[in-house]
């Protein structure tokens, strides 16, 4: 089975044996090719280098903001979900009871990092079954309820300031309740209809735009405000998409998102060598600036999303992009503390642990993709 984004409402953790280690600047195998273990040796490396960057008495990330620290959470669970090296559970309880103590209930002004915060939870639970995980995450959904309204005919806030309706916060909007449902049994609400309303209101209001590609928000008029096609609200929905399909049994779904996944590595990648996919590419990547907290955390989330929509679309393109982009990341963008840069073609710029979970991200879906071969 493949374990790439916790879509399923019961996952088992896969039991493997511990693998080598890799040790700094080590290549694996001549000539390009990667096996199972192989990447999980490379995982292994790089979550060990993450972990150098947790704090337990914040149950955070040095280097890495609060929205953030949901991803390097989810980055740590999927680690662990994929390889079944558990060293990490303690991470998960520490997290939970720590980070708590800056902001309660893991809820703040602005509804996206909720929802970050809910996925993680989401996660949490497939991986250990604690109710209490599950519970979070239901908390955080009832907070993002409370962003919607009927401004541009639906949809939820950015922040409670209501300026502004973004694609990211509706589309963790849509994925939680999607996830919820899956996992709640019979008490499930009314998560697939907060799911599918959310999906209805999001394909209508144009944030879809002429490329094929989502972009950052709607304008004061409602409207498409042609922003930023973020390689992570390219991924965002491809994982509602897929908790849709899995919860209605609807191809519409798939073919949404594949018209969207297509966008994405037809136009947000380094050209194509031939035989080679392109490397994954954040729209203004060169000027990304050195105390950006946001951007390097982007693609990773692309990756993991892409590998979730894979299970339900397993299209040979998805596969091969997400392994490549594995490799050149450990090819190209690695220093000496096996630790990952922002350039996922190279160079290797700089290390901090927004860099690192995104790139956790693309390992962890390797090593879930090399299992299933």
């Known amino acids: 089975m493949l374990f790439c984004f916790y879509s399923e409402p019961a996952i088992p953790v896969v039991r493997r044996p511990r693998t080598h280690r890799v040790r700094p600047g080590q290549g694996l195998l001549a000539g390009g090719g990667v096996a199972e273990r192989e990447y999980a040796a490379q995982a292994s490396a790089g979550i060990e280098a993450l972990q150098r960057w947790y704090r337990p008495r914040t149950g955070r990330w040095r280097t890495a903001g609060w929205w953030n620290a949901a991803n390097a959470l989810t980055a740590v669970i999927g680690y662990m979900q994929c390889t079944g090296d558990q060293r990490y559970l303690g991470v998960v309880e520490r997290t939970f009871v720590a980070a708590q103590r800056q902001h309660r209930d893991f809820i703040v002004s602005f509804y996206d990092d909720n929802g970050w915060w809910g996925l993680a939870w989401v996660a949490a639970y497939d991986l250990t079954r604690d109710d209490r995980y599950l519970t979070a995450a239901r908390t955080i959904f009832a907070n993002l309820v409370t962003g919607w309204d009927g401004t541009c005919g639906g949809g939820v806030w950015w922040n409670t300031d209501r300026k502004y309706k973004n694609a990211i916060s509706n589309e963790l909007f849509l994925v939680l309740a999607a996830r919820l449902h899956l996992r709640c049994g019979h008490d499930r609400g009314s998560y697939l209809g907060w799911a599918l309303r959310e999906w209805d209101w999001f394909h209508a209001s144009g944030l879809i735009g002429a490329s094929g590609l989502v972009n950052d928000g709607l304008a004061a008029g409602c409207q498409n405000n042609g922003g930023v096609t973020w390689t992570y609200n390219q991924g965002v929905i491809l994982g509602g998409l897929a908790a849709l399909y899995e919860a209605t049994g609807e191809t519409a779904y798939l073919r949404h998102g594949e018209a969207i996944a297509d966008a994405a590595l037809s136009l947000l990648t380094t050209p194509p060598l031939p035989g080679t996919p392109g490397v994954l590419v954040e729209p203004g990547e060169p000027d990304t600036a050195p105390a ?78 090399a299992a299933e071969a």
């Open 292 to 369: 950006d907290g946001d951007r390097p955390q982007f693609k990773g989330v692309f990756v993991r999303n892409l590998c979730g929509f894979y299970r339900q679309s397993p299209r040979p393109a998805y596969r091969d992009f997400i392994l490549g982009n594995a490799r050149s990341i450990w090819d190209n963008n690695r220093n000496l503390k096996n630790e990952f840069g922002l350039h996922w073609a190279g160079p290797f710029d700089r290390a901090d642990a927004c860099r690192q979970s995104a790139a956790m991200d693309a390992l962890n879906a390797a090593v879930a993709l």
